[in-house]
């Protein structure tokens, strides 16, 4: 089985990226194949709905989401939502999400945005038909110690959101 963590912080520094590191090892304690996709480390155009979906990255990403049994968005929370690179990343790999089990980890500066991620599983949902895991990570910056997780109640809920999309994949995929 295959399962992707999509980190869509164009940020190294980012604190998605963190939790996205952690959920990619995770999968790997489930014999699965794991793949973190950094967006900071592609280029990609902006959905056009025309050529965009023609740019070898496009279509190299478009590859690895079909492939993927089930799915995990890392993404720093911006005005009350995902970032922008992540509904732009959502836009040009599109069918390749469906009927997949999807959860979120989020990374915010303050307590406020923590119903961040409804409109963009809302869409996951009503478009593609995914399973969305409904019990998300919403981490604030108190979560982290620099570059670590500091929190042991963060740790037990990545684990136990990748061990959740696992058993979700399996049921769907065989």
Request: glycine share 6%.
């Amino acid at each position: 089985m295959n399962g992707i963590v999509i980190s869509s912080s164009l940020n190294q520094n980012s604190k998605s990226l963190i939790l996205a590191r952690r959920a990619a090892a995770r999968w790997r304690k489930h014999d699965w194949t794991s793949t973190l996709v950094d967006l900071a480390e592609w280029e990609l155009p902006l959905c056009d709905g025309g050529s965009c979906y023609e740019d070898p990255n496009v279509i190299a990403l478009r590859a690895i989401v079909a492939q993927a049994d089930a799915i995990v968005v890392a993404s720093p929370i911006y005005n009350f939502d995902l970032n922008a690179a992540a509904k732009n990343f959502l836009e040009l790999t599109g069918d390749g999400w469906k009927e997949k089990p999807v959860g979120f980890l989020c990374a915010a500066g303050g307590r406020a945005s923590y119903m961040s991620p409804m409109s963009f599983a809302n869409s996951l949902m009503l478009d593609y038909r995914c399973v969305i895991n409904p019990r998300f990570i919403y981490a604030t910056g108190k979560t982290f110690d620099n570059d670590t997780i500091a929190d042991p109640e963060i740790l037990a809920r990545i684990d136990d959101l990748v061990a959740f999309l696992t058993r979700i994949a399996v049921a769907i995929h065989g």
